[in-house]
């Protein structure tokens, strides 16, 4: 015993020591798994104190309940869902075939919320799938990545050569999306930047424009725009990209999560619909209602007489 304390007091050093009596677990108690919360309620972190007698030796008082926090909880409480499904794609999915990690995906959103907002989930998909077809862009925008599924659907159906520059002010799920992207092999046709519409104007019009732009605006209209971020910004958003030339003759817009007209101010909601009517240069081509409030519009800046 007494070669085990000479041995143990020489690796505790008394900087390690006095670090040691201050550390502190802290963490939102509503965030822990349940598993965790048992061992938070249960008292303070362990006290670490100088062993009276005995230089440089430390011994812990625990205070509270010890439990066992199982594999599932942990990863979850760690990793977070948008993590789990990057995990989960990796796993599961074959690599540079985005058939393969889109099908992966949907798996795992329809587990974790037991499938409910599918049927909205896919009607959503079938109309973009629609629209890429039927338009055929080549210069795409997403405004709002997340974790990548949409910049997939769209992507897919670029021609060679073509780009999808998707921004996301997330930079967790900008870098999940970037893996996924890349696990579906389409690493060439994505460009996915973090950040807003406006700190990265001049960014958005250089990598549509394929290179250098004047004053920050794009030399020509993208073709396609996605607007799938916050709601309340979509309508600031798209006056920006007009104003940078990024949105322009010849740009469908396509906006998720919209409402009807009258439902609210577009100024204060990012009302797409509102806006569309209040601007004869854009002209609706589509509207789906998958919800009471909600649906998807579609519409394109036309050429006017």
């Known amino acids: 015993m007494a070669m085990a304390g000479r041995t143990l007091a020489q690796r505790v050093t008394g900087r390690s020591l006095a670090a040691a009596s201050h550390m502190r677990l802290e963490a939102p108690l509503a965030a822990m798994p349940r598993s965790i919360q048992t061992l938070a309620r249960g008292g303070q972190a362990p006290r670490c104190q100088r062993t009276a007698g005995v230089r440089g030796i430390v011994s812990a008082e625990s205070v509270g309940t010890v439990v066992r926090v199982d594999k599932e909880h942990w990863s979850a409480f760690m990793f977070g869902r948008e993590r789990q499904l990057l995990i989960h794609v990796i796993n599961t999915a074959q690599e540079g075939d985005t058939d393969s990690v889109m099908e992966a995906m949907d798996s795992f959103w329809a587990h974790t919320f037991a499938m409910a907002g599918t049927d909205s989930w896919s009607v959503r998909g079938d109309l973009l799938d629609k629209v890429m077809k039927e338009k055929r862009p080549?210069?795409?925008?997403?405004?709002?990545?997340?974790?990548?599924?949409?910049?997939?659907?769209?992507?897919?159906?670029?021609?060679?050569?073509?780009?999808?520059?998707?921004?996301?002010?997330?930079?967790?799920?900008?870098?999940?999306?970037?893996?996924?992207?890349?696990?579906?092999?389409?690493?060439?046709?994505?460009?996915?930047?973090?950040?807003?519409?406006?700190?990265?104007?001049?960014?958005?019009?250089?990598?549509?424009?394929?290179?250098?732009?004047?004053?920050?605006?794009?030399?020509?209209?993208?073709?396609?725009?996605?607007?799938?971020?916050?709601?309340?910004?979509?309508?600031?958003?798209?006056?920006?990209?007009?104003?940078r030339g990024v949105?322009?003759?010849?740009?469908?817009?396509?906006?998720?999560?919209?409402?009807?007209?009258?439902?609210?101010?577009?100024?204060?909601?990012?009302?797409?619909?509102?806006?569309?009517?209040?601007?004869?240069k854009y002209r609706v081509q589509q509207y789906v209602g998958t919800e009471v409030q909600h649906g998807i519009t579609v519409s394109e800046w036309v050429h006017l007489p």
């Open 247 to 280: 949105v322009g003759p010849g740009t469908v817009v396509m906006g998720d999560t919209t409402v009807y007209p009258g439902e609210a101010d577009s100024d204060k909601a990012g009302n797409l619909l509102s806006y569309f009517a209040a601007h004869p």
């Open 138 to 243: 080549d210069r795409c925008l997403e405004i709002g990545t997340y974790c990548g599924y949409s910049a997939l659907r769209m992507a897919r159906h670029l021609p060679d050569g073509g780009v999808l520059v998707s921004i996301e002010v997330d930079p967790l799920f900008a870098a999940i999306a970037t893996k996924i992207v890349e696990h579906a092999g389409l690493a060439s046709k994505v460009k996915i930047l973090m950040g807003t519409v406006e700190s990265k104007a001049t960014r958005i019009s250089e990598c549509l424009s394929r290179g250098p732009v004047a004053d920050g605006s794009a030399t020509k209209p993208a073709d396609f725009v996605l607007c799938d971020h916050s709601k309340e910004l979509f309508v600031p958003d798209l006056k920006l990209l007009e104003e």
